[in-house]
Protein backbone atom coordinates (compact mmCIF):
# COMPACT_ATOMS: atom_id res chain seq x y z
CA UNK A 1 0.00 0.00 0.00
CA UNK A 2 2.72 2.56 1.28
CA UNK A 3 4.31 1.96 -2.14
CA UNK A 4 1.69 3.20 -4.18
CA UNK A 5 0.97 6.44 -2.38
CA UNK A 6 4.74 7.68 -2.57
CA UNK A 7 4.73 7.00 -6.45
CA UNK A 8 1.41 8.78 -6.78
CA UNK A 9 2.50 12.29 -5.42
CA UNK A 10 5.06 14.15 -3.31
CA UNK A 11 4.76 12.65 -0.13
CA UNK A 12 5.40 14.91 3.13
CA UNK A 13 7.78 12.89 5.46
CA UNK A 14 7.78 13.85 8.45
CA UNK A 15 11.00 15.24 11.04
CA UNK A 16 11.47 15.21 14.84
CA UNK A 17 9.40 18.48 15.11
CA UNK A 18 5.74 17.63 16.29
CA UNK A 19 4.03 18.95 13.28
CA UNK A 20 1.44 17.84 10.05
CA UNK A 21 1.33 19.85 6.93
CA UNK A 22 -2.47 21.44 6.19
CA UNK A 23 -5.74 19.02 5.15
CA UNK A 24 -5.60 20.44 1.59
CA UNK A 25 -1.90 18.95 1.23
CA UNK A 26 -3.53 15.61 0.90
CA UNK A 27 -3.63 12.90 -1.83
CA UNK A 28 -6.77 12.26 -3.29
CA UNK A 29 -7.05 9.18 -1.07
CA UNK A 30 -6.45 11.26 2.04
CA UNK A 31 -2.91 10.44 2.81
CA UNK A 32 -0.91 13.18 4.80
CA UNK A 33 2.30 12.20 5.64
CA UNK A 34 4.53 9.50 6.08
CA UNK A 35 7.20 8.69 8.88
CA UNK A 36 7.39 10.28 12.24
CA UNK A 37 6.61 8.12 15.24
CA UNK A 38 3.95 7.02 17.13
CA UNK A 39 4.92 9.54 20.38
CA UNK A 40 2.25 10.23 23.06
CA UNK A 41 2.81 13.85 21.68
CA UNK A 42 2.33 13.82 18.09
CA UNK A 43 -0.99 11.32 18.19
CA UNK A 44 -2.53 13.59 20.32
CA UNK A 45 -2.05 16.50 17.71
CA UNK A 46 -2.44 14.31 15.32
CA UNK A 47 -6.33 13.43 16.38
CA UNK A 48 -6.82 17.50 17.60
CA UNK A 49 -6.27 17.70 13.51
CA UNK A 50 -8.36 15.29 12.47
CA UNK A 51 -5.50 12.94 11.31
CA UNK A 52 -4.98 9.53 12.36
CA UNK A 53 -2.26 6.65 11.39
CA UNK A 54 -2.91 3.51 9.04
CA UNK A 55 -0.55 1.34 7.95
CA UNK A 56 0.61 -2.60 7.78
CA UNK A 57 3.41 -3.44 9.93
CA UNK A 58 5.91 -3.69 6.46
CA UNK A 59 4.85 0.59 5.49
CA UNK A 60 6.35 3.22 7.18
CA UNK A 61 3.77 5.20 9.82
CA UNK A 62 1.36 6.62 6.94
CA UNK A 63 -1.11 9.38 8.43
CA UNK A 64 -4.60 9.82 6.80
CA UNK A 65 -7.04 12.74 6.77
CA UNK A 66 -9.46 11.51 4.02
CA UNK A 67 -11.94 13.67 1.60
CA UNK A 68 -15.07 11.90 3.53
CA UNK A 69 -15.31 11.26 7.21
CA UNK A 70 -17.48 8.85 8.42
CA UNK A 71 -19.11 10.12 11.57
CA UNK A 72 -22.07 9.25 13.52
CA UNK A 73 -24.00 12.28 15.10
CA UNK A 74 -25.34 10.64 18.57
CA UNK A 75 -29.34 11.85 17.46
CA UNK A 76 -29.01 9.58 14.54
CA UNK A 77 -28.42 6.43 16.06
CA UNK A 78 -30.15 3.24 14.80
CA UNK A 79 -31.16 0.71 16.88
CA UNK A 80 -32.05 -2.25 14.78
CA UNK A 81 -35.51 -4.48 16.99
CA UNK A 82 -33.16 -7.44 17.22
CA UNK A 83 -31.20 -5.13 18.99
CA UNK A 84 -33.52 -3.36 21.49
CA UNK A 85 -34.56 -6.92 22.27
CA UNK A 86 -30.83 -7.79 23.11
CA UNK A 87 -30.71 -4.73 24.85
CA UNK A 88 -33.75 -5.34 27.01
CA UNK A 89 -32.30 -8.77 27.81
CA UNK A 90 -29.51 -7.48 29.89
CA UNK A 91 -27.66 -10.77 29.76
CA UNK A 92 -24.38 -8.17 29.34
CA UNK A 93 -22.34 -6.23 32.05
CA UNK A 94 -20.54 -3.12 30.03
CA UNK A 95 -17.90 -1.20 31.68
CA UNK A 96 -15.81 1.60 30.49
CA UNK A 97 -11.61 1.52 30.63
CA UNK A 98 -11.63 -1.40 32.91
CA UNK A 99 -9.70 -3.67 30.28
CA UNK A 100 -8.21 -1.40 27.77
CA UNK A 101 -5.38 -3.69 26.99
CA UNK A 102 -7.42 -6.66 26.52
CA UNK A 103 -9.70 -4.44 24.14
CA UNK A 104 -6.73 -3.44 22.05
CA UNK A 105 -5.34 -6.67 22.41
CA UNK A 106 -8.83 -8.76 20.72
CA UNK A 107 -9.29 -6.01 18.09
CA UNK A 108 -5.55 -7.13 16.92
CA UNK A 109 -5.55 -10.41 16.69
CA UNK A 110 -9.78 -11.05 16.07
CA UNK A 111 -10.50 -12.94 12.31
CA UNK A 112 -12.15 -10.54 10.35
CA UNK A 113 -14.64 -10.83 7.20
CA UNK A 114 -13.13 -7.85 5.55
CA UNK A 115 -9.55 -8.84 6.66
CA UNK A 116 -8.98 -5.88 8.55
CA UNK A 117 -7.46 -5.61 11.67
CA UNK A 118 -4.09 -6.34 11.12
CA UNK A 119 -2.93 -2.51 10.70
CA UNK A 120 -3.19 -2.96 14.77
CA UNK A 121 0.88 -3.48 14.52
CA UNK A 122 2.69 -3.92 17.90
CA UNK A 123 4.12 -0.66 17.71
CA UNK A 124 0.40 1.01 17.49
CA UNK A 125 -0.70 -1.69 20.30
CA UNK A 126 2.12 -0.17 22.71
CA UNK A 127 1.39 3.38 21.87
CA UNK A 128 -2.24 3.52 22.16
CA UNK A 129 -1.80 1.76 25.91
CA UNK A 130 0.36 4.85 26.68
CA UNK A 131 -2.25 6.85 25.69
CA UNK A 132 -4.85 5.10 27.80
CA UNK A 133 -1.93 5.45 30.60
CA UNK A 134 -2.70 9.45 29.70
CA UNK A 135 -6.04 9.42 29.81
CA UNK A 136 -6.53 10.32 26.67
CA UNK A 137 -7.66 6.36 24.96
CA UNK A 138 -10.89 5.35 26.00
CA UNK A 139 -12.50 2.14 25.65
CA UNK A 140 -15.93 0.42 26.04
CA UNK A 141 -15.59 -3.32 27.23
CA UNK A 142 -18.98 -5.84 27.19
CA UNK A 143 -18.77 -8.83 29.68
CA UNK A 144 -21.00 -11.88 29.90
CA UNK A 145 -21.42 -14.07 32.21
CA UNK A 146 -20.43 -17.83 32.34
CA UNK A 147 -22.63 -20.20 34.40
CA UNK A 148 -19.96 -23.30 33.95
CA UNK A 149 -16.97 -21.35 35.13
CA UNK A 150 -18.96 -18.86 37.22
CA UNK A 151 -16.69 -15.73 35.76
CA UNK A 152 -17.75 -12.61 33.62
CA UNK A 153 -15.84 -13.06 30.46
CA UNK A 154 -15.13 -10.41 27.82
CA UNK A 155 -16.66 -10.92 24.56
CA UNK A 156 -16.55 -7.40 22.96
CA UNK A 157 -15.66 -3.83 23.06
CA UNK A 158 -14.12 -1.21 21.60
CA UNK A 159 -11.20 1.96 22.04
CA UNK A 160 -10.90 5.03 20.79
CA UNK A 161 -9.42 8.44 21.25
CA UNK A 162 -10.93 11.50 23.69
CA UNK A 163 -10.90 14.53 21.51
CA UNK A 164 -11.78 17.42 24.11
CA UNK A 165 -14.69 15.19 25.73
CA UNK A 166 -16.67 16.56 22.61
CA UNK A 167 -15.73 13.88 19.95
CA UNK A 168 -14.53 10.56 20.42
CA UNK A 169 -12.17 9.05 17.53
CA UNK A 170 -13.33 5.25 17.05
CA UNK A 171 -10.34 3.36 16.27
CA UNK A 172 -11.60 -0.46 16.33
CA UNK A 173 -13.93 -2.62 18.15
CA UNK A 174 -14.42 -6.56 18.34
CA UNK A 175 -16.69 -9.14 18.97
CA UNK A 176 -16.35 -12.54 20.20
CA UNK A 177 -19.82 -13.37 20.69
CA UNK A 178 -22.71 -12.06 18.21
CA UNK A 179 -23.51 -8.33 18.50
CA UNK A 180 -20.92 -7.91 21.21
CA UNK A 181 -19.49 -4.60 19.30
CA UNK A 182 -22.60 -3.52 18.87
CA UNK A 183 -23.60 -3.44 22.35
CA UNK A 184 -20.45 -1.34 23.11
CA UNK A 185 -21.35 1.26 20.37
CA UNK A 186 -24.83 1.67 21.49
CA UNK A 187 -23.46 2.25 24.92
CA UNK A 188 -20.53 4.75 24.11
CA UNK A 189 -23.46 6.53 21.95
CA UNK A 190 -26.20 6.53 24.93
CA UNK A 191 -24.22 6.63 27.80
CA UNK A 192 -21.45 9.66 27.02
CA UNK A 193 -21.91 12.78 26.36
CA UNK A 194 -20.19 13.14 23.13
CA UNK A 195 -21.58 15.59 20.45
CA UNK A 196 -19.69 13.48 17.48
CA UNK A 197 -18.30 9.81 17.02
CA UNK A 198 -15.84 9.79 14.69
CA UNK A 199 -16.20 6.52 12.76
CA UNK A 200 -13.17 7.60 10.01
CA UNK A 201 -13.84 5.28 6.98
CA UNK A 202 -17.02 3.93 5.78
CA UNK A 203 -17.96 0.72 6.96
CA UNK A 204 -21.45 -1.24 6.29
CA UNK A 205 -21.31 -2.68 10.06
CA UNK A 206 -21.42 1.22 10.82
CA UNK A 207 -23.78 2.62 8.49
CA UNK A 208 -26.27 -0.07 9.74
CA UNK A 209 -25.88 2.11 13.60
CA UNK A 210 -26.78 5.14 11.50
CA UNK A 211 -23.19 7.05 10.66
CA UNK A 212 -22.83 8.92 7.32
CA UNK A 213 -19.90 10.66 5.66
CA UNK A 214 -19.49 14.07 6.05
CA UNK A 215 -16.82 16.47 3.95
CA UNK A 216 -13.48 16.48 5.41
CA UNK A 217 -13.98 20.22 5.64
CA UNK A 218 -17.12 19.81 7.75
CA UNK A 219 -15.25 17.44 9.98
CA UNK A 220 -12.34 19.41 11.06
CA UNK A 221 -14.98 22.75 11.16
CA UNK A 222 -16.13 20.56 14.23
CA UNK A 223 -13.47 19.53 15.21
Given at each position: ?A?F?I?A??M???????E??????A???G???????????????????GI???????D???????P???????????????MK??L???????????????V??N???????????????????Q??M????????K??????????TE???LV?G?YG??V??A???G???F?????????????L?????Y??I?????N?H???????E???E?????L
Amino acid sequence: MAAFFIFAFEMKWLTEKIEFPLPETASEEGVIALGGDLSVERLTLAYQKGIFPWYTEDDPIIWYCPPERMVLFPNELKISKSMKRILKKGNYTITENKAFDEVIFNCKHILRKDDFGTWITDDMEQAYMKLHRKGIAKSIEVWYYDATTEKDILVGGLYGIDVGNAIFCGESMFSLMSNASKLAFIYLVQHKNYQLIDCQVYNEHLASLGAREISREDFLKML
